[in-house]
């Protein structure tokens, strides 16, 4: 499976960004990472084959992870977001056990989102 990351850009604090992650092939499950520059890449949300959802706690009710699965899309909607935010976004193809997401090494590009003013 390879994967195509889209939708980063610069939005001002307050805005809103919606990421999204094309698959070449059918999605079990998928996580969206970030990382910012001189720290260590985090999971920020991620999404189940039945929909169940986990989200970061510093991203929790700004952040909707959705799929599309007649695209085989998974989508990252972000609002309010802060200056903290900006980084690097990496999907991640995931596998699943017992209901939940585990992490494989198969990533999408990379799309940098940037908060500023």
């Known amino acids: ?3 195509q990351a889209s ?16 698959a070449s092939g059918i999605i079990v499950a998928m996580g969206w990472y970030r990382q910012a520059p001189g ?7 991620d999404i189940t084959s ?5 989200y970061a706690d510093s991203v929790k009710g700004r952040f909707t992870i959705s799929r599309d699965n007649a695209e085989n899309t998974v989508h990252l909607q972000m609002n ?3 200056p903290e935010d900006t980084a690097v976004y990496y999907c991640n193809v995931g596998r699943q056990y017992a209901g939940r997401y585990y992490s494989t090494d198969v ?9 500023s003013s």
């Open 1 to 3: 499976v390879q994967l």
């Open 7 to 22: 939708g980063g850009g610069l939005v001002q604090p307050g805005g809103s960004l919606r990421l999204s992650c094309a």
């Open 39 to 45: 720290k260590q890449r985090e999971l920020v949300a």
């Open 50 to 54: 039945g929909g169940t959802t986990n």
């Open 80 to 82: 309010s977001l802060k």
């Open 107 to 115: 990533w999408g590009q990379g799309t940098l989102v940037t908060v």
